[in-house]
């Protein structure tokens, strides 16, 4: 799992003024809530007080988020405004704060960065303009919950040669072949460009292709949210896209929120079909996914086999080993001390590297050292 991403917390409906959400990201628990002015905010769950949950605390009328146990109230910036134990005349400790996450609304997500990095070093986050324009698109949106490590759940995304073999309905195990692709990426994205023959179309969706005739499609990541996108031309002119978001609850269990959007059948009437459809993908892909050994990617690249058709999941590889190699991998095993309860940890936020880590109580969750300092290891 790695730091200094965004991640997708939760859906922007899910966050209403009025009640905390405590949400769980790479192992930590945070409280997400949305104050009077709609603005959202993501502290670090953790009281510096005596470590009561922030996100099962509840609101006050000027916005912050009242610990349960004492009452201490924090703003959105995670500084505690009022202690209501201390006489007036006492002044609130400097360090009474927690670590406060720059936060952005997108694609009607919750996207949190995860990290200490300053504004202009964030990755953008990945582009998706069918989104906005409902005149054309008709999108569903859903969620999935898989027990499993979430790069082995890009990946799958990813990978084009599985579809003959996990699901029938795209691919044609006799024909599964992938002949060239073409790949191009950026600095934070890569997408491939495949044809291939699929099988007729069942149901409804007969109308949409009667001939065996090749269909293009693109898929293609995006290292914020871990997102991963596939374009599938069905015909010249009628597209689906599956956007969908990875967000590691920890190292082996992933919440995966999907966008269908469709070019085609755009009548409500359809929703429910392309609903069934969707899930069916991701139903077929957890039997497989769920029981891949070892459960993370493995920490040498070279204890799997690699072929050419696996080009965009290597591509996917190279950059999350680069952000790896920077130092920003989180050193699970060491972190073991939070999980199990022994020590509160924290990822560090902007404003702690800002000041130089001084006025924060907690410590910072251990990384694996940058490549120039140590050698680098493939962490989950
Ligand atoms: S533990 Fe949060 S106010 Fe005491
Ligand atoms: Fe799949």
């Given amino acids: 799992m790695i730091i200094n991403q965004w991640y997708v917390a939760a859906e922007s409906n899910e966050i209403t003024a009025g009640t905390p959400k405590k949400v769980r990201m790479l192992g930590l628990d945070f409280a997400l809530f949305r104050d009077s002015a709609g603005q959202v905010s993501c502290l670090s769950d953790v009281c510096v007080h005596r470590g009561a949950s922030l996100g099962e605390g509840r609101m006050t009328s000027a916005g912050c988020v009242e610990c349960p146990y004492h009452g201490w109230q924090f703003d959105g910036a995670g500084s505690v405004v009022r202690i209501p ?175 269908m959007a469709r070019s085609f059948f755009r009548q409500p009437l359809f929703d429910g079909d392309s609903r069934k459809r969707t899930l069916k993908i991701f139903e077929q892909d957890k039997v497989i996914v769920e029981k891949i050994c070892p459960e993370i990617v493995p920490t040498d690249l070279r204890e799997e086999l690699s072929v050419k058709s696996d080009g965009l999941m290597n591509a996917y590889r190279a950059k999350r080993r680069e952000l790896i190699e920077r130092g920003w991998a989180i050193d699970v095993e060491a972190m073991r001390a939070h999980v199990d309860g022994k020590r509160a940890l924290v990822i560090g936020s902007p404003l702690r590297r800002e000041e130089d880590g001084r006025n924060f109580v907690l410590k910072t969750i251990p990384l694996v050292p940058a490549k120039s300092s140590a050698p680098a290891q493939e962490a989950a």
């Fill in 85 to 259: 134990s201390l006489p007036a005349d006492l002044p609130v400790p400097k360090r009474a704060r927690v670590d406060s996450y720059p936060v952005q609304e997108l694609y009607g997500w919750v996207w949190v960065f995860l990290g200490d990095l300053p504004e202009a070093e964030r990755p953008p986050l990945p582009e998706f303009p069918e989104y906005h324009d409902s005149a054309n698109w008709r999108t569903i949106r859903g969620d999935f919950t898989w027990d499993g490590n979430y790069a082995r759940i890009v990946e799958n995304g990813l990978d084009f040669a599985h579809a003959p073999f996990v699901h029938p309905s795209f691919g044609d195990r006799d024909r599964a072949e992938i002949h060239d692709f073409t790949l191009e990426q950026d600095a934070w994205s890569a997408r491939a460009k495949v044809t291939y023959i699929p099988p007729l179309p069942r149901g409804v969706w007969k109308m949409v292709r009667k001939e065996r005739t090749p269909v293009e499609a693109r898929p293609g990541f995006h290292l914020s949210g871990s997102t991963m996108r596939l374009d599938v031309w069905l015909t010249q002119t009628w597209q689906m896209v599956i956007f969908d978001v990875n967000t590691p609850i920890d190292e082996t269990r992933t919440i995966t929120r999907w966008i």
